[in-house]
């Protein structure tokens, strides 16, 4: 059974801290650590976008340009959890935040996704 759960969202005023947390299955994340997982938002109306993507090989990340400098992707392995902590954050930040696993395509690509949680809210207030 594949599970991704969110947690950690929240709302903040502009230029505040929250830290996402997604807890996967340890079938999950034993099946799933040797893969892209990642980090993806949607805001009313707007089509859900890449967030940031870590990747096993080299520990490699990837960012949206509007998050980068401000947003950081982590996992850590013992606990089965990915994390992304989001600084200096915006209103334009405000969305729902989705934590996905398994790309079979370009990691920042929503559709290339085959595993998602239910997501957690993010409010940011100016």
């Known amino acids: 059974q594949v599970q991704l759960v969110e947690s950690g969202g929240g709302s903040v005023q502009a230029g505040g801290s929250l830290r996402l947390s997604c807890a996967a299955s340890?079938?999950?994340?034993?099946?799933?650590?040797?893969?892209?997982m990642g980090w993806f938002r949607q805001a009313p109306g707007k089509e859900r976008e890449g967030v940031a993507v870590i990747c096993p090989a080299g520990r490699s990340t990837y960012y949206a340009d509007s998050v980068k400098g401000r947003f950081t992707i982590s996992r850590d392995n013992a606990k089965d959890t990915l994390y992304l902590q989001m600084n200096s954050l915006k209103p334009a930040d405000t969305a729902m935040y989705y934590c996905?696993?398994?790309?079979?395509?370009?990691?920042?690509?929503?559709?290339?996704?085959?595993?998602w949680g239910q997501g957690t809210q993010v409010t940011v207030s100016s």
């Open positions: 996905a696993a398994d790309s079979t395509g370009w990691v920042l690509d929503p559709k290339s996704y085959n595993y």
């Open positions: 340890e079938y999950t994340y034993r099946t799933y650590s040797s893969y892209c």
